[in-house]
């Protein structure tokens, strides 16, 4: 049985904040390695760390020591243009409030980073229309955000992670906004995302239903690995999650 790529390698990553007289040691020297095609859950208490992780392996922060690779390539080596062509083409975006532009339909917000990849209009349009489908938002395509309801716009935000068909989906905190039905919604449909496009899904969150669809989890504790438990170690039960910490 061949060993599956490593998608995302972190090594020795710690990161400090200067808050003029003091220094916060936030990531204390993380190693980690995520599978492509894994669907991996980031937990831990707020203030853990979690988030600051979560962003140094979408290249939105630089860590102040260590390395992180995206599918081989060390991002701190690359200039402005070059991170912004690999955060275009290798990774999608979903956060917990959504950022869809206001003033722009639903079709029109999946489209925007195709945009920037250079696609052309003709074929952004109609891969738009397909994303719209594969997210179950078949005629929405004209709503703008103010006109879809919460579970809805996270739909969109899913179809336009997808836009550029990634290596990488990156989720903050996903089902943060939404209620307990929606949110399961949502982390059907990655999980199902995940399956049909071998699409490695990371998320950090909060929200112990992840558990549930999960390959692994890594449990960040006061800025370092805790400990990381792959599915069949997790305790799910009946009634509602929870992890078997103990």
């Known amino acids: 049985m061949t060993e599956k790529k490593k998608i995302v390698r972190v090594t020795g990553v710690t990161k400090d904040f200067d808050l003029g007289k003091i220094v916060v040691k936030v990531l204390k020297g993380i190693d980690l390695e995520i599978e492509?095609?894994?669907y991996i859950s980031i937990m831990?208490?707020?203030?853990?760390?979690?988030?600051?992780l979560f962003n140094m392996i979408g290249g939105l922060d630089k860590p102040t020591e260590g390395k992180v690779f995206i599918d081989e390539v060390d991002i701190a080596q690359l200039d402005a243009y070059e991170?912004?062509?690999?955060?275009c083409r290798k990774i999608g975006y979903i956060f917990q409030t959504f950022n869809l532009i206001p003033v722009m339909t639903a079709l029109e917000n999946?489209?925007?980073p195709m945009t920037f990849a250079g696609?052309?209009?003709d074929d952004a349009l109609r891969r738009g229309m397909e994303l719209l489908d594969q997210v179950g938002l078949t005629g929405r395509h004209t709503h703008r955000p103010s006109e879809l309801s919460g579970g809805q716009q996270q739909r969109v935000a899913v179809a336009r992670a997808l836009a550029n068909s990634p290596a990488i989906i990156l989720a903050d905190?996903?089902?943060g906004n939404l209620d307990l039905t929606t949110g399961e919604d949502i982390i059907r449909l990655l999980k199902?995302?995940?399956?049909e496009r071998g699409v490695t899904v990371i998320s950090a969150t909060h929200d112990y239903k992840m558990l549930n669809v999960s390959d692994q989890v890594v449990w960040i504790r006061?800025?370092?690995v805790d400990k990381i438990q792959q599915r069949d170690e997790l305790d799910i039960r009946t009634g509602g999650l929870e992890s078997a910490t103990h």
Do not use: F, H, M, Y
């Not at 831990?44 to 600051?52: D, L, N, R």
């Not at 991170?83 to 955060?87: D, K, S, T």
């Open 36 to 38: 492509e095609g894994k």
């Open 83 to 87: 991170l912004a062509w690999l955060r």
């Open 173 to 175: 905190e996903p089902t």
């Open 119 to 121: 696609v052309s209009n």
């Open 110 to 112: 999946i489209t925007i």
């Open 222 to 224: 006061d800025g370092q």
């Open 44 to 52: 831990g208490p707020s203030g853990s760390g979690k988030s600051t």
């Open 192 to 195: 199902e995302l995940s399956l």
